[in-house]
């Protein structure tokens, strides 16, 4: 499928129903509407959807974390990718692309140093995605999901990350 032309803009409450369907169309077990509506409140800038006039395309949530020591901070900011997904039958069009470039746009813009994400270890699709975007393995979380283990990976703004 090609998408020509879409948009980007910031996720609204009013989107909850598209997410809910493009979640059950992508994933085994999806997030309910509140961890959506939490994170939209929590950073807004880091909520963003694609859409053209056919309708929603897909979404991406993102969230700044920072290391902290002793209570203080003691490397720089990351960016973390908590859910993305692009709607079945619009995908290989551009758009996960192009929703990863605006929230790493976004990540760098509010001084993160690199950015991480967990993939299912069965989902060789997204993990050549993310690979293809200067993403690498980092490690595994046992059990991340209920039924198999996350890859974790790190794509590195700066030589210090990751």
Request: charged content about 30%; hydrophobic content about 40%.
């Amino acid at each position: 499928m090609i998408v020509l032309s879409f948009r980007l803009r910031p996720f609204t409450e009013d989107d909850l129903p598209e997410i809910a369907r493009i979640e059950a169309a992508s994933f085994r077990e999806v997030w309910p509407d509140a961890f959506f509506t939490y994170n939209h409140r929590k950073a807004p800038e880091l909520f963003l959807v694609a859409e053209d006039d056919e309708g929603f395309l897909g979404y991406v949530v993102g969230e700044i974390r920072e290391a902290m020591f002793s209570g203080r901070s003691y490397m720089s900011k990351m960016g973390h990718i908590l859910n993305i997904a692009v709607d079945p039958g619009r995908r290989k069009g551009g758009v996960g692309t192009r929703l990863m470039e605006e929230i790493e746009s976004r990540f760098r813009e509010a001084g993160a140093t690199q950015v991480t994400l967990e993939v299912r270890e069965s989902n060789i699709g997204a993990q050549g995605f993310y690979g293809g975007r200067g993403f690498n393995e980092i490690g595994r979380v046992r059990a991340y999901y209920p039924d198999e283990d996350a890859i974790v990976m790190c794509k590195a703004f700066s030589r210090d990350a990751c």
